[in-house]
């Protein structure tokens, strides 16, 4: 069926977005692409039963062209303001009873966005994203998105660009909503990404302070959903945040007090869903849990982990992780409930064999590389390649060496070098929760 005649096509087709929600929406029709993507002046119907094609291709092109006339009409109006004088307008329209409006909620968006921005190392992008945190809600208040809301975010976009704002703050104000549902397009933009993730803080932190985390049955603000989409933002940039940091800057923003206790709330729910999302991507539970255990404050750094752990686990018994689980495993075992004074520190003089100080040099010496190649954010090849140097002092000392000798000093002293030796894996990853550790 054909559409040359209608005028509001050619209107519309420079938000084809329009004409393809009216068209699937309103009519359940299907849009025409031509190879190379452009929209065609066509569609496809579908009819039960015998019709007579002329007259059904006529129907429903004539109740087509009138439904693309509403929407001319709605993107003309909108079209008469600049999106800026939308953003009052969101004042009449409530978020939550104790959070304010809709203005209100992106107001305080866009006050979290400069040190957020700071916090994933996008302060260059501060000022962009400031600027698209501002807009980003405003085509709320068009009559376009009113009439059909999924092009939220989609019309900011095109009124940004039709008006001259820049191209990084129009598509930081389109990647705000992203992504809309499972399988949709990520933020790539650092503004972009800074602002999805503050709106999301937002509603996360803020709603759980006025009405507290969902239940399991029930999730009447979609915060499973936000919280989920932020993780995405991050893991696919790639962009390290510390969750417990960013909650705090948002908790800061809210019109209540929001409690510690709360915060933590907050973070523990975002976890739950980390976890699944690393569940999602390929990761078995082990490795997730191990990660999470002391990277779980960090989602892209979690991610990465993750994934990098479970090909190592499923390089089989003869790779260097299982080697070093089975090395590490014996400081671990004897050191674990074991009563002593968790600051102690080893006495080199109280060594009496050679295997103590070999394993004392050696564990500085992996120490300080970890240290020195980024600490808690070491990969899994550089944190394998560093603690294979324990495995043979390791060995060579449980061969030689009483640990629980009568010496209550030299015995609380080899204690206390297991327990560093066996500390190496902090800030990697809690090994006690691999199979076979």
């Not at 940091?245 to 980390?274: C, G, I, K, N, Y």
């Not at 050191?335 to 600051?343: E, F, I, S």
Request: proline share 5%; hydrophobic share 50%.
């Amino acid at each position: 069926m054909c559409l040359t005649r209608s005028p509001t096509f050619v209107v519309l087709l420079g938000t084809r977005d329009v004409l393809v929600m009216v068209m699937r929406k309103h009519q359940r029709y299907f849009p025409v692409f031509s190879s190379d993507g452009k929209l065609l002046p066509a569609f496809i119907a579908v009819a039960n039963g015998p019709v007579d094609p002329e007259a059904v291709a006529a129907g429903n092109e004539a109740v087509l062209r009138a439904r693309f006339e509403d929407a001319a009409f709605f993107y003309r109006e909108d079209l008469k303001q600049q999106l800026a004088e939308f953003r009052p307008k969101l004042k009449g329209t409530l978020f939550q009873k104790d959070l304010g409006t809709i203005y209100d909620k992106s107001v305080r968006v866009e006050a979290l966005c400069p040190a957020l921005a700071a916090a994933m190392g996008f302060a260059a992008a501060a000022d962009t994203a400031v600027a698209a945190a501002a807009l980003c809600k405003a085509d709320l208040a068009t009559y376009t998105v009113t009439e059909m809301t999924a092009l939220a975010g989609t019309m900011g976009r095109h009124y940004a660009q039709v008006q001259g704002l820049p191209d990084d703050v129009s598509t930081a104000i389109f990647e705000a909503v992203l992504p809309r549902q499972a399988g949709d397009i990520l933020p790539a933009s650092p503004a972009g990404i800074v602002v999805a993730v503050a709106d999301r803080l937002d509603s996360l932190v803020g709603l759980v302070a006025a009405v507290g985390a969902p239940s399991a049955t029930a999730d009447p603000y979609g915060l499973r959903r936000a919280a989920y989409g932020m993780l995405q933002a991050l893991v696919s940039a790639n962009v390290s945040l510390s969750l417990r940091s960013a909650v705090a800057l948002a908790a800061a923003q809210q019109p209540l007090p929001v409690s510690q206790q709360q915060q933590d709330s907050v973070v523990e729910f975002v976890s739950r869903r980390l976890e699944q999302l690393l569940f999602d991507s390929g990761a078995s539970a082990e490795a997730v849990r191990a990660v999470l255990a002391e990277r779980g404050d960090d989602p892209a750094l979690a991610a990465s982990t993750a994934a990098q752990l479970q090909a190592a686990l499923n390089a089989g018994d003869g790779s260097p992780l299982r080697s070093i689980m089975t090395a590490l495993s014996r400081p671990t075992r004897i050191v674990r409930g074991k009563a002593g004074d968790a600051a102690a520190t080893v006495n080199t003089a109280l060594f009496e064999n050679a295997e103590e100080k070999q394993l004392h040099a050696a564990y500085q010496a992996v120490s300080q590389q970890l240290q020195g190649s980024g600490g808690s954010s070491t990969d899994v090849a550089g944190w394998l390649a560093a603690v294979q140097a324990l495995e043979g002092p390791i060995n060579a000392f449980f061969d030689k060496v009483f640990v629980m000798c009568e010496d209550e000093k030299v015995r609380a002293n080899r204690l206390a070098l297991l327990r560093d030796v066996a500390s190496v894996a902090k800030g990697f990853a809690d090994l006690s929760q691999l199979p076979g550790f």
